[in-house]
Structures are given as structure tokens and as C-alpha cells.
């Protein structure tokens, strides 16, 4: 039996620092865990916290998206802090939020 480690960059989506605090976004969370991004946008809209909890950990902002032929449109999307982005991925099913689930729980991330 071969013991199969996991990098920590493997653990999470792409994470910046603002001002000093952990964030990313509904589209890294997306891609990061295989799920259509409106999903995700879903998943968020559908969580149940405290509209405080909310408006503190998911901040609502847009982007531009290809839509092909040189066409762009406006898009939803949100920035997370590290709380919020904790809190979406709990509820999440499948190999990789079972390995961050489990990463949370040892401590292995968010050791900043």
C-alpha cells in the first residue's frame, strides 16, 4: 500500500492575502472542486447563517467573462474570507472537500 500525500496547495483554491486576510472566490472555489461556478453561486445563496455572518464573509462583486467570439459579459461572483470559504466547502461532497474536511480538522491548513 502506497501512503499518498497531499500539498497543501492540492488542499484549497487559489488564496490572496488583503490586507492581511485569507480571501478567494466563488470561481477559484469552482474550479478548484470541479463544480459549475453558478453552483457554487447556488450553494452560497442557499446558505444558512445569520445575515451579519454573511455580509461579513461573502462580498458580492462581478467580473468579466469570455463568452466567445470576442464577447464579454458582466458576471456574478463573490470574494470569501477564510471564514466564509470554511463554512460554503463544509457542506461540499466528494473526494476533494473529504481531504479538506479532514484538513481542517488535523489543522493541516490555514496555518498562517
Known amino acids: 500500500m502506497q501512503l499518498q500525500t497531499t500539498t497543501p496547495e492540492a488542499l484549497h483554491p487559489t488564496l ?39 455580509r461579513l464573509n ?10 466567445g467570439n470576442g464577447a464579454w459579459r458582466t458576471d456574478r461572483q463573490f470574494e470569501l474570507t477564510r471564514d466564509g470559504f470554511v463554512f460554503l466547502v463544509m457542506g461540499f461532497t466528494g473526494t476533494k472537500a473529504k481531504v479538506f474536511d479532514i484538513a481542517i480538522q488535523t489543522g493541516a491548513i490555514f496555518a498562517v
Open 16 to 54: 490572496i492575502v488583503v490586507e492581511g486576510h485569507i480571501k478567494t472566490t466563488s470561481r477559484a472555489i469552482a474550479e478548484h472542486f470541479g463544480k459549475a461556478h453558478k453552483n457554487v453561486l447556488r450553494d452560497i445563496d442557499r446558505l444558512e447563517c445569520s445575515p451579519e455572518f454573511h
Open 58 to 67: 461573502f462580498e458580492p462583486m462581478s467580473c468579466q467573462v469570455e463568452i
